[in-house]
């Protein structure tokens, strides 16, 4: 049976495939989002020195900017993706 786009994007953002194929992709956004987590928490805080935040504002406003929309990307994905699961699927009110 031919999975729909929606629930390949759930079984990636909630690592639920039971695949081998797909651990790669579990993988890579796996590694991908803490790696975004953990030098934004790097950047939060050279930001601090103000050294740094005068010589290199502008890197430091790309990289928070170029965050947010993944971020955003990936709660987006989560909402839509979340009604494959049947916790989900009803509506709220």
């Keep these: 049976m031919k999975k ?7 079984e990636i953002v909630e690592a639920v495939s039971i695949d081998n194929q797909d651990m790669i992709f579990l993988d890579a956004f796996d590694k991908f989002m803490i790696t975004l987590i953990s ?11 103000e050294s740094l935040r005068n010589r290199h504002f502008f890197l430091f406003r790309w990289f928070e900017v170029f965050s947010m929309i993944v971020f955003t990307a990936e709660y987006v994905l989560r909402l839509w993706s979340c ?3 049947e916790k989900y699927n009803r509506s709220v009110v």
């Design 4 to 10: 729909t786009i929606k629930e390949r994007v759930y």
């Design 39 to 49: 030098l934004n928490t790097l950047a939060v805080i050279l930001e601090t020195v």
């Design 83 to 85: 009604t494959v699961d």
